[in-house]
């Protein structure tokens, strides 16, 4: 499915099956309702991390808007030239037009995926900082999810396997009983409602990248 619509409306069921898994997961470990609500979020968040590839809502949703950077960057490349033009002079006006001018000539080139790659660095960078390592390893996943194709790797088993290191260490850093389950079981979720199997679903995941490119 590649309408908006249908987009919308997957990313609905992922995130319905996620607060689901979250749910179960809560009433298998005999949770209180203030953490079968936590794990309710924590499912909905990890059924949909593996479309972060998809470079649309989701990604708008931890990422900048990169209408708003184009907007700015275009923004500072005219002021930049026309104070080049009325203050400066000689060398320094030259080198203020031409910087102006590359302003405006790049501006188009920040899309949304670049916008996400760069909020992964930031994240990664954050997490570094912090000595954080669930931090910097959920930038990795954003920076890498920004740069692969649609049900690519955030797709496949490998994708699987690294968000539940990122899970290891989230439940590690917060001890909610049963957040780490219930971040890999909703993870696992969007991957089997993706499958071929599931009415509407055609395209299905490469699931055994990067050993296989067959479809499932």
Known sequence: MTNKRGL???GKIH???GAGTGVAVAQSTGQDAINTAILMGAGVIAALAPDLDTAGK???KISLSHKMI?????STGILLAIYAWFMLAGTEQYMGLTLG????????KFSQKLMLFISGAAIIAGGILLSQTWVWLAGAYVTVA?????RGYTHSIIGWLFFSLVAYYVHTEFAVHGLFWTLVFAYGSHLVADMRFVPGNKRGIK????FSKKGV
């Open 8 to 10: 919308t409306m997957d």
């Open 15 to 17: 995130a319905l099956i």
């Open 58 to 60: 989701l990604a708008n």
């Open 70 to 74: 184009q907007s700015f960057v275009r």
């Open 101 to 108: 001018a590359f302003l405006l000539f790049i501006a188009p």
């Open 146 to 150: 920004a740069l692969v194709s649609h």
């Open 207 to 210: 699931l055994l990248l990067p």
